[in-house]
């Protein structure tokens, strides 16, 4: 994230601690496909810029992933982005475990 324009970072930024409160904010919605797991949509200029967290591993937020979205093909998150997410998730909720 810290590639991110400044603007996009304040907005994940504050998404995250509204988060991190136990409430959702606006930008945040459910990713497809998987549960407990919300994406942040920011638009900046003509870009969109996305931010991944699991809610419901334990006490914690898990962010798994933030990225610049790239994709040619409508608003889909491009397959090597969900393949990183599928791997930080199994990887999250084996931290969770361990605590």
Known sequence: MRDFP???QKDIGYALWVAQMG????YAKPLK???GVM???SQF???A???VYAIKLGDTIYVLHAFQKKSTRGIATPQKEMDVLRKRFLEAR??????
């Open 45 to 47: 200029k003509t870009d």
């Open 94 to 99: 084996r931290l969770a475990q361990e605590k």
């Open 39 to 41: 994406e942040i949509v």
């Open 33 to 35: 496909g998987f549960s």
């Open 6 to 8: 400044r603007e996009v």
């Open 23 to 26: 409430e959702k904010h606006d």
């Open 49 to 51: 810029y996305r931010a």
